[in-house]
Nanobody, 119 residues
Framework: QVQLVESGGGLVQPGGPLRLFCAASGRIIGIGAMGWYRQAPGKGRELVAT???????NYADSVKGRFTISRDNAKNSVYLQMSSLKPGDTAVYYCNAWILSVGPGMDAWGKGTLITVSS
């Protein structure tokens, strides 16, 4: 089995920074694109940022210039460095990755980590 585990969420004041971590574990042969998504209360899940295996990044317009996604292929990990956080960034953040394991590739999701931006 393959699993993604996020960490780093919590309560942060507006304007503050926070860093999210996500590590994939299990019988992994390779990992393709990785990314972060979020779901705010009462809203659908939306893309935050993605990064390909080669390091090409993509960001939602709402986070451009404030968030930075990166990955460590040797550690099967992806990170999200967030700065200038706003109350509107409050959401459950989910890690996502396309993982090649035993059998067909799979679109894997973590269970999510809550970020609350509030004073």
């Amino acid at each position: 089995q393959v699993q993604l585990v996020e960490s780093g969420g919590g309560l942060v004041q507006p304007g503050g920074p926070l860093r999210l971590f996500c590590a994939a574990s299990g019988r992994i042969i390779g990992i393709g694109a990785m990314g972060w998504y979020r779901q705010a209360p009462g809203k659908g899940r939306e893309l935050v940022a993605t990064i390909t295996g080669g390091g090409i990044t993509n960001y939602a317009d709402s986070v451009k210039g404030r968030f930075t996604i990166s990955r460590d292929n040797a550690k099967n990990s992806v990170y999200l460095q967030m700065s200038s956080l706003k109350p509107g960034d409050t959401a459950v953040y989910y890690c996502n990755a396309w993982i090649l394991s035993v059998g067909p590739g799979m679109d894997a999701w973590g269970k999510g980590t809550l970020i609350t931006v509030s004073s």
